[in-house]
């Protein structure tokens, strides 16, 4: 039986900056407070975890 869990994703500096800019421009663009999570999908497989 698979389980999928999504915990929440490491990002590198640089992406997590990326994240952070398209935020700030959502939020000029709609003017409502934006806010981004970033999540990882691990399907795991009687205990296994698999990418």
């Keep these: 039986m698979n389980n999928v869990a999504f915990p929440v994703a490491r990002l590198h500096d640089g992406?997590?900056?990326?994240?952070?800019?398209?935020?700030?421009?959502?939020?000029e663009e709609t003017g409502e407070e934006i806010v981004l999570v970033a999540y990882q999908r691990k399907t795991t497989d009687e205990g296994e975890t698999k990418r």
Aim: aromatic residues 0%; proline residues 0%; without cysteine.
């Design 15 to 27: 992406t997590l900056r990326q994240l952070q800019q398209l935020e700030q421009r959502l939020r």
